[in-house]
């Protein structure tokens, strides 16, 4: 891991509440980064906010040794975030954390992401391409305005299938109508999600149904990303034992069927 003064080369609001940024690294090479780590950001040169904020790795360019991260803006730090400009130094903390797993002789993926999780697993979804996995994404949010990089995805050759509140289409039956015809049509064998509560409980009951392999992408509050402060724990479950674990540390990715999400 690298503490890093990477160069911005673009800061840009893509929708009413999203952004995209994309940093140049000077010193080190991003082929060193992986689908479902994040980096600790100091939103601003100044201390306010003091502490850093998490941000997952959102598309890795090896070609250019650039990183690019997906941003809602939501409070003081992600605000500050926003105003930065082109060729100002962001400073950066990371690679954190774990990665996803794609297990091998996978037939396909299928992600079902909330709002900006699709900036997580978006990650997932490119290294499954460049592997030759096939990817299916189900992209839910608010709007339709607030559907994150579906045409990027589409690029690289995933399906994706969208559904907002506004239409209903989010809807957990719905969801589970198209997450069990792609299952049940024998494209997919693996399952990751991020960004919604209950869709995460979803998954894990059709994952658990269908005896699926399964991840979840945690996104806690988090202080300090090394393990010494306890601010982003969260409970996993293995037979009858509970255990408190830091997602800094032991995820953010974590086996679906284990984590406590009630
Ligand atoms: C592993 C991981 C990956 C993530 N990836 C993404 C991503 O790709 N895209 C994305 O949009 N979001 C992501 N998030 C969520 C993102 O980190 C939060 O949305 C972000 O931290 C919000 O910061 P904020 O200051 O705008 O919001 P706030 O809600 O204001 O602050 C967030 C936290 O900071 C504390 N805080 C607020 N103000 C201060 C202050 N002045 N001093 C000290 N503490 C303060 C709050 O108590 C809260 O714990 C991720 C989170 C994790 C854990």
Redesign the pocket.
Known sequence: MNLTKAKIISNEQISLR?YHMKIAIPDWSVSEVQAGQ?FHIR?TDDF????R??????RINELDNTLE?????????????AERKPNELLDIFGP??NTFTIPEMSRGLMLVARG?GI??LSALAFAAGKKGVPCFAILSARTKEDILVEKELNEVGIKTFLVNDLDSTSDLANVKVMAEELINSKQVDSIYTCGSKRLSILMKDMAEKHQLFAEI???????CAMGACY??VCDIKEGNEIQTIR??QD??VLPLKKVVLS
């Open positions: 999203y994040f939103t306010s906010p003091l502490l904020r998490p941000f997952s790795i959102y991260f997906l941003y809602l803006v939501k409070g003081a730090g992600t605000k500050r975030l954190l954390g900006v900036a997580t992408a945690l996104e806690e509050n988090m202080g601010a982003c997602i800094c995820g953010p």
